[in-house]
């Protein structure tokens, strides 16, 4: 586990990544003491463009865009990490099971895995909320997590088809441990780079998720995350009255925050699989073939 | 033959799915959808469609089997009932109005970012470490983490309401008449540009980094090495053998993105006010116009399925293994 946190730390995708993450993590969790202004008071006049003051601006209720942004960060970190969690879990859950017990199982979980990749997400899950009604960030962390598992159960369960047949499963098997010990001491540790993979995609994946569901008005308005922010901004027409850093506020925390966890999932990408990584020496007969492109202009 | 046929079976099976899921959603949550619907129109929604409501959703007083072959039936037959909202109409009118848009939205950016991204792809890992690769990979990277919802705001500040070189909603100018026309056809184009172009920008990224990694596994494969120590050119080699062969999974995955790209389809009409399926999904929720809502699901899957579908037959026809199995 430290072995690859180091990895991950001397890789410097990975470092810049986890460097972004963290301090949105930190907003998140000191958002009332960094805000600059209180979100509920009108501080400034209707679509206040940015000032030294409100460095982003100010919406048509004239609340401080940045002040906003900030308490924001919160609840959308926390519906991210929530729903990915909840995604993560599942997905591992059910592509375990499938991989290791096989037969009549993976039948069964395969079909439904497979019927959940197929069945359009968004689509499934805006009707889903629109028949909820009243759709707190709980309640979408929850409608994600519970329609967008596929992705990460397909990927586990492959991986576990593989694992499953080497020796040291087989011999466990001999030794007569049961299945939940071999699966939790013997498979998920070896799974271990899926599942990160999978977990930091899907907080990804669920963070732009509530952000769209908000934006199409299926949110708690009350509740101040990105989400809202941009659905506000849409309803009082703010890009049409030229009141743009009302929507690149949001747009560019929810674009950072992607980016900071894409780069470490690329470098986890590179570390799991060094054919990837650009700045080694690349294989032997990558060398001879780049040789032999050089050469060739001479020979002809 | 026989895995298309297995395909087949398998996206019966996910329809069925689907249309049970569109049948258990409102009887799973608290209280009659029928009455909440009927309390929220007020008296906007005429009786006659509450009749019909009723019917197409099968909220007949009988139990839950009975209600669900009556359910089935109107599904098979596609029979999906009035629109509350675009009231006169019927469903199935407000989704045929709506569906050669979206069609022609996911169609054309899904193979404008196929061909450009698979072609980018190759270029990179061919030259791997090269300046293409090394500015190429990080900036598709960077892509993919831009959600639509942001590109497509983006577009619509830049290009239709600061430099307003495009227009900001609607399909076509409502004052020219729809027919055979050149000054139709270019309208169109000019309404569709912006959503095709941030559509394309969201999944071109994806690709590259498929089709790149891909590539670079299928490098180190023995047979490259044959190829190479047999003298073939540069050029054959790249296309015939490694990447015809890198293709197969983004052909899967082309299949899974055209879904995502249904979602966001989806985003970019609301967006534009491009009078697809996703802007009619939107609409009907706003206007909690639940059987448009459950038609659209089932329109939205379909159209899935058969996307699936084609990109089987794309796949036997990539992959002679599976011709003879």
Not at chain 1, 261 to 279: G, K, Q
Not at chain 2, 66 to 80: G, N
Not at chain 2, 236 to 250: F, I, S
């Amino acid at each position: 586990m430290r072995g690859l946190f180091n990895t991950l730390l001397a890789n410097r995708k990975a470092a810049i990544g986890a460097a972004i993450v963290a301090l949105f993590i930190l907003v998140a969790l000191a958002a009332p003491l960094v805000a600059p202004f209180d979100i509920n008071q009108r501080v400034a006049s209707p679509h206040e463009a940015p000032s030294a003051e409100h460095v982003m601006g100010a919406t048509r209720m004239g609340r401080d865009v940045l002040s906003q942004t900030i308490h924001g960060t919160q609840t959308s970190l926390i519906v991210g990490f929530a729903a990915g969690l909840l995604v993560t879990v599942l997905g591992t859950a059910i592509g375990v099971t499938a991989g290791y017990f096989g037969g009549k199982v993976d039948e069964v979980l395969n079909l439904f895995t497979n019927i959940s990749l197929v069945i359009p997400n968004l689509p499934l899950m805006l009707v889903l909320a629109a028949f909820i009604g009243q759709t707190g960030p709980f309640v979408i962390a929850l409608i994600i997590g519970l329609t967008s598992w596929g992705w990460g159960a397909r990927v586990t369960r492959a991986q576990t088809l593989s694992l499953r047949q080497r020796d040291y499963i087989l011999a466990a098997e001999m030794l007569g441990e049961p299945a939940w010990r071999i699966i939790t001491f013997e498979l998920l540790p070896n799974l271990i780079s899926i599942i990160g993979f999978n977990f930091i995609g899907s907080v990804l994946y669920s963070v732009i998720t509530e952000a769209t569901m908000e934006f199409l008005g299926l949110g708690d308005p009350m509740v101040v995350s990105w989400g809202t922010m941009l659905y506000h901004a849409q309803s009082t027409s703010a890009l049409q009255v030229g009141a743009w850093w009302e929507m690149a506020a949001p747009c560019l925390a929810l674009v950072l925050f992607g980016s900071g966890l894409s780069l470490i999932n690329f470098a986890v990408d590179e570390i799991a699989n060094p054919r990837l990584r650009t700045l080694r020496v690349p294989a032997k007969v990558l060398a001879a073939l780049t040789n032999r492109t050089s050469n060739q202009g001479g020979r002809a | 033959m026989a895995f298309l046929l297995r395909r087949v079976g398998f996206y019966v099976a996910a329809f069925i799915v689907a249309a049970t899921f569109n049948f258990l959603i409102p009887r799973l949550m608290p209280g009659n959808p029928v009455d909440i619907m009927f309390a929220q129109a007020g008296g906007t929604l005429p009786p006659e469609a509450l009749a019909a409501l009723k019917e197409t959703f099968g909220f007949i007083d009988q139990p839950w089997p009975a209600q669900f072959v009556t359910y089935l039936k109107s599904v098979f037959t596609w029979d999906l009932g009035l629109s509350v909202k675009f009231h006169p109409l019927t469903v199935n009118e407000v989704l045929l109005r709506a569906l050669p848009w979206t069609l022609m939205l996911v169609l054309t950016s899904s193979l404008i970012a196929f061909a450009i991204g698979s072609l980018a792809g190759i270029l990179a890992a061919w030259r791997r470490g090269g300046s293409f690769d090394s500015i190429g990979a990080p900036i598709a990277l960077m892509m993919q983490a831009m959600p639509p919802l942001v590109t497509s705001l983006l577009a619509l500040f830049l290009f239709a309401i600061y430099w307003p070189v495009f227009p900001t909603g609607y399909a076509y100018e409502p004052e020219i008449d729809p027919g055979f026309t050149l000054e139709f056809f270019c309208s169109i184009f000019k309404h569709a540009f912006l959503p095709i172009v941030t559509m394309a920008l969201a999944q071109v990224g994806g690709y590259l980094i498929t089709m790149r990694n891909s590539m670079i596994n299928l490098l180190g494969e023995d047979y490259i090495v044959l190829g190479t120590a047999k003298g073939l050119s540069d050029r054959r080699l790249r296309m015939a053998y490694a990447a015809r062969n890198a293709l197969l999974p983004t052909v899967t995955s082309f299949a899974m993105t055209l879904g995502a790209s249904f979602g966001g389809a989806l985003v970019t009409e609301v967006v534009f006010n491009y009078p697809g399926l996703g802007y009619t999904l939107f609409q009907g929720i706003t206007a909690r116009d639940y059987p448009l809502i459950q038609g659209q699901l089932l329109i939205m899957t379909l159209a899935m399925l058969t996307a699936n579908f084609i990109a089987d037959v794309l796949y036997v026809a990539l992959d002679p293994r599976l011709r003879k199995g």
